[in-house]
């Protein structure tokens, strides 16, 4: 395995699924930090970049959930790589606002920072998402986000017109060898192919698990499953692509606010690693992804060598964590009708951001002539598998929506879970979440509705 | 500000796990009980002896010295011997080549115990009889005769749950090897001379073969204040066995899941209030959960019996409080130390009162705030009382009554979506109150280069104090605070140490390190008095002025002077805080060199039809005397503000059968970014304090406790939605908890 770490190009022998913050610290490199190893902190954030038609895209990743195999041909980059003689605007802001107390997240929140300088896609991003993966116990956020405002009015005035990277390279924010980068990138490219081993997608569940080891891991993402298209029928999704690419992506912003709609999905670095596919195939009864698509009546399709077939998502599901797959078959991607509907998500977690839901729901139908039809509502976190809602579907079509209706169709979706009481909440709570969900779904629909219920 | 360390945002700062491993180092896995309470028939660890790489294993019986890490009250074991009293007590310790191979070793090792019953809820400890100590009562004039002249009482119970300290660097220790079976440890603790003394006792040796170096902790919190000590001794045990280094870094789940938190705490109250709202009398009977073993649970508990009337004048009160012994890990200091558990329960108090004879709770607090020279349940009286003034200026402030006025509008405007306020006073005091902690040390180094090195008893945890220290060194000495470079904290350079808890780092090991400058000012401008001759001699930015004329003398020619006169540049310092004293016998005395005053304001908006809630502004008016440093003053504030908000509506420890299930970051939820809100902070003008160094107040602490405002604010919300509904007082609020109060029968 051959990567660039920081200035050099480093070449290993470790195994491709080794966490990438644990060689970057067995190997010296200490301004990466281990606050939790789950994903959860953001205090081992490093930046990767990724060559892309002779340019480097560079993101902020949890290094903690990162295997060494992902990062195979990129460009590694923490704290080390970024310092230069003097502090950049972002360090040098944060001392100034008093953004650093005891300093352990310090230089993940700094790298989380640069990224969002180094990289245009992310422009049009409020700065606050690039800092949402960290968390900090000290200050309270409120100085950090002030030197990251501060920091941003600073950077916005450079002149982009030759890329981002050359002009914080130029303004002295950003060391010159970066600038050699994308010429050291294009050596050591090896092009992947698909083999037989073990099939990862983000790997954001897998490798919460420390100390795991693969054998032979491939790497989806790598491989071209990870495209989002479409034709005049449908919406493909390859089931490698990351949940923050699906959010903004044009085919499904188009017809849907799934940019909205995923804002509280996890934080901006585990949604650039976490795919639709993991979130699926992990079949956690309470997956984001999963129920918005099962309320989208996806299909998904699945490749056995060369052999192809096409199920429904919710026949994928067949017990806690059962799925109809055969051995070595592989979710190849999702696809949806490229039709106007009406779709709303819901989701409500402990914490609004950067948690797992309680319990989430999503509902999506056409409305004519006053009256709902085609509808499809799921939900998570109330039984064993992410749960299409199937008679309340039933009961759904061809009726007008009315308080009444509303309030029966929850009765009947509550007749068909089962939640527990678990970590995320008691069966009674989830329940009754579920119920204010769907209430949710058609309030925004006919606010009028709020008076009713 | 230039003088806040700076290596933070380079990752060049030095955390324990960040210091280079010594080339024969060892590594260690804790073999802990997964039962809460039970005796230990057979422990088996041969296949873990067999392991790959394993080097020693150790357990009770290998203890030279005492197997006991109570500080205050000796009732911790190290290792368990014959008994598990919590899931989670290390038993069993492995020392490897590496961590893997530990960790495979300790994952080796069985069990077999025989189930003891198991208690987990204090109050079945308090009537089983299941005290840590006996229980604790301050009174005030004459409670049982006075009820009968209150207009209005009010009784119930309000529960507050623990807290997960969440500091961002887990606890760890790495231990060296040194001569005639000395031991260095560098360990992540606010308490280096505790685990000093606590090592030596479990090795046996002197103090002064036991060193302790701190340069920084990743945050504490008050959860590295006794609980630091474990790992020490552990990885000192690793060395006394093996003479090999040996370092121990707890991962989350094993950090989260082994040591000590907040205090959840349980409280029955009663209060009275007469026609006008003027509070008559107060009492409550505080049961704490201490879990196992006693910890700090017995000063913790004093601290929430002296805080028990918050800011407010109550003539008659008695509060009692129970340290009640249960089958969870032993909780520890938090930020606030017990202040917020009892400040919380005379909040819940007013408010219900507030309901039930429908004067407005402002109103009630207000009434109520301290007066100068008020006197506190512990019969100390109040001197130079903010109470009052930051209350009014943050109503002021904020424009609570627009505020209030528009709440009301968009309330009625909105059914689903409902505002809510509250206001929080806060009355903290400062000083350990256990009086002879109040004392601090200080080394100050002057090279004959004039640069300087400032030894201190204070551990830098996050919270400025080598800053602070550092610019009262530099003001002192009139010398720029580049040339002073802060000293880890080492108990071979300042001895006997406090912890750096209490708020007080600043305050007393400051006030040391004022004395020692002072001394060496003093011997530099007798040197100068030699070159210049006689007259008014100032050193002024690092010049020496005669008669307020300038001369040619700089700082460093002054002390290349005083070294070639051979006066001595080095200053040990010592600071004991004056006036304090306390008769715990009779419950009485003067506990606190000071108090701190400030109020908050906030406001929250809750979301009925999904139970979410976002908090939108908080506004502030603090009382930090004359700050020290205001960037830093002010980053205590935003801080505290948000991490007591965490304790009073996400932060949830849940335990089935005595296991914690929210042992991660992914399942325990702290503030996010997005969590925090708006703050609005004014620093009360003209509030010099007398009491401690350069007129400043401590900071710590205090603010946390506006985070219970949280609290007050979702219930004025939630009963702008429904008021037909009992309100039960428990904190914290999750989303989960706030739902059900919306919607269910």
């Given at each position: 395995m051959k990567f660039i770490l920081n200035r050099e190009i480093m070449e290993t022998n470790e195994s491709p699924s080794l966490h990438t913050l644990d060689f970057l610290r067995k190997n010296g490199i200490k301004g990466v930090k281990e606050g939790c190893h789950e994903g959860d902190c953001g205090a081992c954030m490093v930046l990767v970049g990724e060559l892309k038609d002779d340019k480097v895209i560079y993101k902020a990743i949890n290094s903690c959930m990162l295997p060494l195999g992902k990062i195979t041909g990129k460009h590694v980059v923490t704290i080390e790589g970024l310092n230069l003689e003097k502090l950049n605007p972002v360090q040098q802001a944060i001392v100034d606002e008093g953004g650093s107390q005891c300093g352990f997240c310090t230089p993940g929140f700094v790298v989380a920072l640069m990224a969002y300088f180094m990289n245009e896609n992310l422009i049009n991003t409020d700065i606050i998402t690039a800092i949402e993966g960290n968390i900090c116990r000290c200050t309270g956020y409120k100085s950090i986000l002030r030197a990251a405002d501060s920091a941003n009015r600073k950077i916005a005035t450079l002149d982009y017109s030759k890329g981002r990277i050359s002009a914080l390279v130029s303004a002295e924010y950003l060391p010159s060898y970066f600038l050699e980068i994308p010429e050291m990138l294009k050596k050591i490219q090896i092009q992947p192919k698909l083999k037989k081993g073990t099939y990862i997608a983000g790997g954001t569940d897998l490798f919460v698990h420390r100390n795991i080891v693969i054998q032979d891991p491939v790497f989806l993402s790598e491989l071209g499953f990870d495209k989002i298209w479409s034709d005049d029928n449908y919406i493909f999704v390859g089931a490698a692509a990351d949940i923050e690419s699906i959010r903004i992506s044009n085919e499904l912003n188009t017809l849907f606010d799934t940019a909205s709609h995923l804002s509280n999905v996890s934080s901006l670095p585990i949604r650039q690693q976490a795919t639709i596919g993991g979130n699926v195939v992990n079949a956690s009864p309470i997956g984001d992804l999963t129920i918005y698509f099962l309320a989208l009546d996806a299909d998904i399709g699945l490749l056995l060598g060369e052999e192809r077939r096409i199920i429904k998502l919710k026949d994928l599901f067949k017990g806690y964590k059962i799925l109809d797959l055969e051995d070595g078959e592989i979710l190849e991607w999702f696809r949806i009708k490229n039709e106007k509907r009406i779709l709303s998500f819901e989701k409500v977690a402990k914490r609004m951001h950067m948690d797992i839901a309680s319990v989430n729901s999503a509902f999506s139908m056409k409305y004519k002539d006053n009256k709902i039809t085609e509808p499809h509502l799921s939900g998570g976190g109330i039984g064993p598998i992410p749960m299409y809602l199937e008679k309340t579907c039933q009961y759904l079509e061809d009726k007008e929506i009315t308080a009444d209706v509303v309030k029966e169709a929850a009765r009947i979706a509550d007749s068909e879970i089962s939640p527990i009481d678990d970590v995320r909440g008691t069966a009674r709570y989830k329940r009754l979440l579920l119920r204010q969900l769907i209430y949710a779904h058609f309030v925004k629909l006919v606010p009028e509705l709020e008076d009713l219920l | 500000m230039t003088d806040l360390i700076p290596p933070h945002t380079t990752g060049e700062s030095v955390f324990v796990d960040d210091i280079?491993?010594?080339?024969?180092m060892l590594h260690t896995a804790v073999f802990i009980s997964n039962i809460p309470h039970g005796k230990i028939i057979k422990l088996n660890m041969q296949k873990a002896k067999a392991s790959e790489g394993v080097v020693k294993i150790i357990t009770a019986e290998d203890i030279p010295g005492e197997n006991e890490v109570g500080r205050i009250i000796q009732d911790e074991e190290l290792l368990a011997k014959d008994k598990v009293d919590f899931i989670g007590q290390p038993i069993a310790v492995v020392f490897a080549e590496t961590k893997n191979q530990a960790n495979t070793a300790r994952d080796l090792i069985t069990i077999e115990y025989e189930p003891l019953p198991a208690v987990f809820d204090p109050r079945e400890a308090a009537k089983k009889g299941m005290l840590i100590a006996p229980s604790r009562t301050l009174s005030l004039g004459d409670i049982d005769s006075i009820w009968d002249k209150c207009e209005t009482i009010v009784e119930g119970v309000a529960e507050s749950g623990g807290q997960e300290h969440i500091y961002m660097e887990t606890q760890g220790c790495l231990a060296i090897p040194g001569e005639e079976g000395r031991i260095l440890l560098y360990s992540s603790t606010q308490n280096p001379s505790t685990v000093q003394n606590i090592v030596s006792n479990v090795i046996g040796c002197d103090m002064n073969k036991i060193e302790v170096d701190v340069k920084r902790l990743g945050g504490a919190f008050g959860g590295k204040e006794d609980q630091a000590t474990h790992w020490a001794a552990i990885c000192a045990l690793g060395v006394y066995h093996t003479r090999r280094p040996v370092k121990l870094v707890l991962d989350r789940r094993e950090d989260i899941t082994i040591t000590g938190k907040r205090h959840p705490y349980s409280t029955d109250y009663k209060l009275g209030l007469n026609k006008e709202g003027k509070i008559l009398a107060f009492s409550a009977k505080f049961y704490q959960n201490a879990g196992a073993a006693a910890d700090l649970s017995t000063p913790i508990l004093g601290r929430t019996l002296f805080h028990a009337t918050n800011a407010y004048y109550i003539p008659n009160v008695r509060v009692t409080a129970y340290s009640c012994k249960t089958n969870l890990v032993p909780f520890t200091a938090f930020r606030g130390f017990g202040g917020p558990q009892g400040m919380f329960v005379i909040e819940c108090a007013l408010a219900h009162a507030s309901e039930k004879s429908g004067i407005s709770i402002e109103k009630l607090q207000e009434r109520n705030l301290l007066d100068e020279g008020d006197q506190f349940p512990y019969g100390m009286k109040v001197e130079k009382t903010q109470a009052k003034r930051s209350f009014a200026e943050v109503l002021q402030d904020s424009k609570f009554d627009d505020l209030k006025e528009k709440q009301e509008e968009f309330n009625k405007k909105n059914k689903l979506v409902k505002k809510g306020f509250s206001i929080m006073p806060i009355c903290f005091g400062i000083s350990f109150t256990a009086t002879f902690m109040n004392q601090a040390g200080a080394l100050v180094n002057v090279y004959y280069d004039g640069s300087v090195n400032i030894s201190s008893g204070a551990v830098e945890m996050g919270q400025g104090v080598n800053t602070k220290i550092k610019s009262i060194a530099a003001r002192t000495l009139s010398i720029n605070p580049d040339r002073i470079r802060m000293e880890s904290t080492n108990t071979g350079k300042v001895i006997n140490t406090s912890p750096t808890a209490a708020s007080s780092g600043a305050d007393l090991n400051g006030k040391a390190v004022e004395i020692a400058c002072k001394a060496i000012n003093e011997r530099l401008l007798n040197v100068a008095k030699e070159k210049l001759g006689e007259g008014n001699l100032a050193l002024k930015d690092e010049i020496v002025y005669l008669n307020d004329e300038k001369t040619n003398l700089t700082w460093e020619e002054l002390v290349m002077s005083a070294y070639l006169s051979r006066v001595n540049l080095s200053s040990q310092a010592y600071f004991a805080m004056p006036g304090i004293h306390y008769d715990a016998e009779k419950e009485k005395g003067k506990p606190f060199a000071y108090h701190v005053f400030g109020t908050a304001v906030t406001e929250v908006t809750i979301d009925c039809l999904r139970g979410t809630y976002t908090f939108d502004n908080v506004y502030i008016v603090h009382d930090a005397g004359k700050s020290l440093n205001y960037l830093i003053d002010l980053g205590q504030i935003e801080g505290g503000l948000v991490q007591g908000m965490g304790w009073m509506t996400l932060e949830e420890l849940q335990y089935v059968d005595g296991k914690l299930l929210t042992d991660a970051l992914a399942t325990y939820k702290v503030p996010d970014i997005y969590f925090a809100p708006k703050i609005h902070t004014k620093f009360l003008e003209d509030a010099d304090n007398p009491y401690a160094v350069l007129k400043s107040k401590a900071i710590g602490e205090p603010p946390f406790m506006y985070g219970i405002g949280a609290y007050f604010a979702l219930k004025d919300a939630a009963q702008a939605f429904r008021k037909d509904k009992e309100w039960v007082y428990s904190a914290p609020i999750t989303p989960e908890k706030l739902l059900l109060y919306l919607h269910e029968e």
């Open positions: - | 280079p491993e010594p080339k024969d």
